[in-house]
């Protein structure tokens, strides 16, 4: 059997490509992954996976968990017939018509077209402790924007490790809702741009501690304080905050398009080939989602970009004889 469109990935872009392709008649399949910690925690439904409450999607003007959503957008498209295999793909092949995908199983499935959504995952410090508040909601996150104006954080001390300019742009959003945000960097200088790093380091609602690096994460059910260890001096302390928003950076889930021949950057993420639609460099493959947007990172834009991919396979199906 040939699919006509192959889904790889489960989160909002994923799950939103399966609804339009599934109304659309395309029959569509998603494979969703299976849970993964290495070298980061992966989970079917993607990162908000590891988002406890979401309040800046349209829809839920009281909020809801980032698990319940992600349910919600799967029972969505298995409601208009998408077809759901609880397993990773492995390899790809693009060289052929159809094209050859391989699953963990070593199963081959053909495909007409395929949608990539299998997002990017932050890094973390791994930490044990630092991952089991992160996946409990216990104060420790690594999206500023996604978390950072929940009640439980406003007008509360706040952390941010990183350097770059996401580390300074997820500073600057805290500042408008905390009591303090200390920026903890291992390095004496920050990488950012200067532009990023001056809206920092002019912030009276801002305090860097150089040199440092954090040991521990201390707290039971929730964030309490944080173990630092300056790296000049080897000499250790607590700071006392109630969030922790990691920002070193995320990796791009694309490991298994190696050799692919789908065009990635630098940093692994797939490239597009027009900025208004979500085609690659081959024809028939389009992209979604995180896996593809390092700037915005959001659940409304994955989806977004998901709704995207699925018209332009029904219409890149149409062309080319596929009904």
């Not at 939103?16 to 392709?21: E, L, P």
């Not at 391989?102 to 402790?129: C, F, Q």
């Not at 920092?200 to 039971?220: C, F, Q, R, S, Y």
């Not at 302390?237 to 889930?253: E, M, S, Y």
């Amino acid at each position: 059997m040939q699919e006509k469109v192959v889904i790889i990935g489960s989160g909002p872009a994923g799950w939103t490509a399966a609804i339009y392709a599934a109304r659309a008649n395309l029959d569509p399949v998603v494979y969703e992954g299976l849970p993964k910690q290495t070298p980061s925690i992966q989970l079917p439904g993607g990162q908000l996976m590891l988002t406890t409450d979401v309040e800046n999607y349209p829809g839920f003007p009281t909020g809801v968990s980032g698990p319940e959503m992600m349910q919600l957008f799967k029972d969505q498209a298995v409601r208009f017939g998408t077809r759901v295999e609880t397993q990773d793909i492995t390899h790809c092949d693009f060289a052929a018509r159809p094209f050859k995908l391989t699953t963990g199983e070593g199963k081959v499935i053909e495909a007409h077209s395929v949608i990539i959504a299998t997002g990017a995952s932050a890094n973390w410090m791994g930490l044990p402790n630092e991952m089991r508040l992160a996946v409990s909601g216990g104060g420790v996150s690594a999206c500023a924007v996604c978390d950072g104006a929940l009640p439980v954080f406003r007008n509360q001390p706040l952390a941010v490790v990183g350097g770059g300019d996401t580390a300074m742009e997820e500073a600057s959003f805290l500042t408008k809702f905390a009591a303090k945000v200390y920026v903890i960097h291992r390095r004496d200088s920050f990488r950012a741009s200067k532009t990023m790093q001056k809206r920092i380091l002019e912030n009276p609602k801002a305090e860097v501690i150089w040199d440092t690096v954090v040991e521990d994460v201390l707290g039971m059910t929730h964030l309490e304080s944080l173990r630092l260890k300056n790296l000049k001096s080897g000499k250790l302390h607590d700071l006392h905050v109630k969030g922790l928003f990691v920002a070193i950076g995320h990796t791009p889930n694309t490991h298994f398009l190696q050799g692919s021949g789908l065009d990635l950057d630098e940093k692994g993420y797939l490239k597009l080939t027009d900025g208004f639609r979500t085609t690659t460099n081959i024809e028939g493959v389009f992209a979604a989602g995180d896996v593809s947007d390092q700037i915005y990172r959001q659940a409304i834009s994955a989806a977004g970009m998901g709704c995207k991919a699925a018209i332009d396979a029904e219409r890149w199906l149409a062309d080319h004889g596929v009904h």
